[in-house]
């Protein structure tokens, strides 16, 4: 299933479970980690078997941000993914999802800290989960830093524009049920519970016809930042040819005949 040292994949029916897998240091970003982040979201948007990932993170924290130090490549733990670095120098701004949006839906299961790199790569998943004593930020002025995983174009556009500059120029932390007030995730769940939602989240994404899902996730996307009107006329070309499959015809034999569908992507 791939991975790395810093980045364990897991395969949970059709959804990809992609885990942080750096706990001692509060799953910080390293190279490995990185490199396995971006061969994940590409072996799931390759495999059309895969119809959702859920990215969390191991020993009870989602990420801390970047480790500078492993991204220099200090030491062997980074030291063997150098060239994937050099071949490609955006590598790591794909595997934050600042660079690179994967087709299928992302679900984000939060457990403590999701702060600074974190918030950041949050910002690229579209369904956001949190056990209730996570805390979320962008620390960064706070250290003379600046938010540069996309924060200061996203975050805006995702949350009030109030809420968004207060969280950027304070860089002070926010408790999961004051994030979920404002915006930045959907849900709040008991501690430990964060994966096993977004889970079940999946599995309702992954019995729905994933042309579809892929389709509407896009037009989402694209239509953004259009006029209304730009907008609507998107909306019909991306979606009136989800009309014409047999993914869409079983959908509603399936109703009519009072079943589960069976979806072939077709």
Same mark, same amino acid.
């Given at each position: 299933?791939?991975?790395?040292?810093?980045?364990?994949?897991e #395969?949970?029916?059709?959804?990809l479970?992609?885990?942080?897998n #750096?706990p001692?240091?509060?799953?910080a970003?390293?190279l490995?980690?990185?490199?396995?982040?971006y061969?994940?979201?590409?072996?799931?948007?390759?495999?059309d078997?895969i119809?959702?990932?859920?990215l969390t993170?191991?020993?009870?924290?989602?990420?801390?941000?970047?480790?500078?130090?492993?991204?220099?490549g200090d030491?062997?733990a980074?030291e063997q993914y #150098?060239?994937r670095?050099r071949a490609d120098?955006?590598?790591?701004?794909?595997?934050m999802?600042?660079?690179?949006?994967?087709?299928?839906?992302?679900?984000?299961?939060?457990e403590g800290?999701?702060v600074?790199?974190?918030?950041?790569?949050?910002?690229?998943?579209? !369904? #956001?989960?949190a056990?209730?004593?996570?805390t979320?930020g962008?620390?960064?002025?706070?250290r003379?830093?600046?938010p540069?995983g996309?924060s200061?174009?996203?975050l805006?556009?995702?949350?009030p524009r109030?809420?968004?500059?207060?969280m950027?120029?304070?860089?002070?932390?926010?408790?999961?049920?004051?994030?979920a007030?404002i915006?930045? !995730?959907?849900?709040v769940?008991p501690?430990g519970?964060?994966?096993g939602?977004?889970?079940?989240i999946?599995?309702?994404?992954?019995?729905?016809?994933?042309l579809?899902?892929?389709?509407?996730?896009?037009?989402?996307?694209?239509?953004?930042?259009?006029?209304?009107?730009d907008?609507?006329?998107?909306?019909l070309?991306?979606?009136?040819?989800?009309?014409d499959?047999?993914d869409?015809?079983e959908g509603?034999?399936?109703f009519?005949?009072?079943?589960?569908?069976v979806?072939r992507?077709a």
């Amino acid at each position: 299933m791939g991975g790395t040292e810093h980045l364990t994949v897991e #395969r949970v029916g059709a959804t990809l479970v992609l885990t942080l897998n #750096r706990p001692e240091a509060k799953n910080a970003l390293s190279l490995p980690m990185l490199v396995g982040l971006y061969d994940g979201w590409v072996s799931a948007d390759e495999d059309d078997g895969i119809r959702s990932i859920v990215l969390t993170g191991a020993g009870g924290t989602f990420c801390a941000g970047m480790d500078l130090k492993a991204l220099a490549g200090d030491g062997m733990a980074g030291e063997q993914y #150098r060239d994937r670095l050099r071949a490609d120098p955006d590598l790591h701004w794909k595997a934050m999802l600042r660079h690179h949006r994967p087709r299928k839906p992302v679900i984000a299961a939060v457990e403590g800290h999701c702060v600074a790199g974190g918030t950041e790569i949050l910002q690229g998943t579209d !369904i #956001r989960v949190a056990g209730e004593s996570a805390t979320f930020g962008l620390f960064e002025v706070r250290r003379g830093l600046f938010p540069i995983g996309g924060s200061t174009v996203r975050l805006a556009r995702q949350i009030p524009r109030t809420h968004a500059l207060e969280m950027l120029l304070t860089g002070r932390p926010y408790p999961a049920p004051e994030a979920a007030r404002i915006g930045l !995730i959907g849900h709040v769940v008991p501690d430990g519970g964060a994966l096993g939602k977004a889970l079940e989240i999946a599995e309702q994404i992954n019995g729905c016809g994933p042309l579809a899902v892929e389709a509407v996730k896009a037009s989402v996307y694209e239509t953004a930042e259009m006029t209304e009107t730009d907008g609507l006329k998107a909306e019909l070309a991306r979606g009136w040819p989800v009309f014409d499959t047999a993914d869409a015809k079983e959908g509603s034999r399936a109703f009519a005949e009072k079943r589960p569908p069976v979806y072939r992507r077709a």
